[in-house]
Structures are given as structure tokens and as C-alpha cells.
């Protein structure tokens, strides 16, 4: 069975363990979109986080990117 990590770059092929909090909420959501793809719930949280934290990361970085750093501010000789 195809987990759909196959296709996530991972830093360690070995699972690692977490313990983590859910909300009830993403518990139950989790539990209903595993059923339909057919992984474990685990899995479907792990890819998840996975692909959503790769997409934070490059929405950050093309906005750092994007904003012009601030120009220097300029001193008058003497330094005050």
C-alpha cells in the first residue's frame, strides 16, 4: 500500500515516535480523510504535516525573499 510518503522528502527513512496534541476536531477530521485514502491515521496526520509545513515554508521564504531588506539608517558624523 502506497502511503503517500513515498513522494514527501523526509530527512530519516526511520519513523520516528512524538507524542502530540490534537484537537478533537482535527482527531475526527483525520480519522474520516484516512478512511478515504485508505492510510492510517497516523500516516495521514504525518504527510500532512509533511506537505502543509513544505508549503509554510516556501510561502515564508518567497515573502522574506519578496520584502526589500530596510535601508541603513544614516548617522550624522560625530555619532550622534
Do not use: C, F, N
Request: net charge positive; no cysteine; charged share 30%.
Amino acid at each position: 500500500m502506497r502511503t503517500g510518503l513515498d513522494t514527501v522528502p523526509t530527512m530519516s527513512k526511520e519513523p520516528k515516535t512524538a507524542t502530540v496534541r490534537l484537537t478533537p476536531e482535527a482527531l475526527k477530521w483525520a480519522k474520516i480523510a484516512s478512511g478515504y485514502s485508505g492510510e492510517s491515521i497516523a500516516e495521514y496526520i504525518s504527510r500532512t504535516i509533511v506537505e502543509q509545513g513544505m508549503k509554510d515554508v516556501d510561502t515564508y521564504h518567497a515573502r522574506i525573499k519578496a520584502t526589500p531588506p530596510p535601508s541603513p539608517k544614516h548617522r550624522p558624523k560625530g555619532g550622534k
